[in-house]
């Protein structure tokens, strides 16, 4: 018995190392995505996004959207965006229309990584609290982005993956803990930055009064991005800003398109 019992062990050991690096990759893979453990799933999950051009890959992450747990989910919208999946852009739409925040803003910044002109929908209603009229993309969460407890459980590390501009500094962020919104709203300007609709330039244009100065930060950094000199009239009055982050970015802003 014991020696038929290392006859099998000792098999399932060539077996193993028959198999290829790829054969070896892909089962790691599956074994993660089928894992008990919501964590190693997500993980598993998220490491697909490195993984370009690839069918196989692509299907995993779209399965992975329908997972039971939302942060699987989140982490499969992510990962698809990341691979460039095109293709998969209707299933993110749908993923898209989420009860839960994090899967939300994950496929709506997969569906912006793609190119797809939608995520605009979602970015403008996060900044002006309201959607753009005609057809959303969200309709089923303005409910959710109109309540700062719904927009908190987004937290301050998931948004500051939304917030490209990290030449802020650390003290910023820092100061930012103390509000659940505004980091999510200022990485939401920053995404309307190639929407050429008119009615975000004036979201944009209205949003430079924000109270909160780190939305006004990310706005005039915005519009000076957008390379929009029509957008500076409200940018002026920011030179006295109380907060002189806003005014040495809106110096700068002006400078820019001024040049």
Same mark, same amino acid.
């Given at each position: ?73 989140? %982490? %499969? ?48 209603? $996060? ?87 780190? $939305?006004?930060?990310?706005? $005039? ?31 700068? %802003? ?6």
């Amino acid at each position: 018995m014991k020696y038929a019992l290392l006859l099998v062990a000792a098999a399932g050991t060539a077996i193993l190392t028959a198999q290829t690096p790829i054969d070896r990759s892909w089962s790691a893979l599956n074994a993660g995505l089928s894992d008990k453990s919501t964590d190693t799933r997500m993980k598993a999950a998220r490491s697909l996004g490195l993984i370009a051009g690839n069918s196989k890959a692509q299907q995993l992450a779209e399965k992975a959207l329908s997972d039971p747990k939302t942060e699987v989910q989140a %982490a %499969a919208a992510d990962a698809l965006g990341q691979m460039g999946a095109k293709s998969s852009v209707s299933k993110l739409v749908e993923a898209a229309k989420s009860q839960d925040t994090a899967v939300v803003f994950a496929a709506a910044n997969a569906l912006y990584t793609l190119g797809d002109p939608r995520a605009y929908e979602f970015y403008y209603a $996060v900044l002006t609290g309201e959607r753009k009229s005609g057809a959303s993309l969200i309709d089923s969460q303005m409910k959710m982005l109109k309540d700062p407890k719904a927009m908190a459980q987004l937290g301050l590390e998931q948004g500051l993956g939304f917030i490209p501009f990290a030449s802020i500094g650390l003290s910023v962020f820092k100061t930012a803990t103390k509000d659940d919104t505004s980091p999510v709203r200022a990485a939401a300007a920053q995404k309307l930055i190639r929407d050429g609709d008119a009615k975000t330039s004036a979201a944009l244009m209205a949003a430079c009064s924000d109270k909160k100065w780190l $939305v006004r930060i990310a706005v $005039v950094d915005a519009i000076a991005k957008r390379g929009d000199a029509t957008l500076l009239k409200v940018v002026w009055p920011l030179l006295s800003d109380e907060n002189d982050m806003v005014r040495f970015t809106a110096a700068a %802003a002006i400078l820019r398109l001024t040049k």
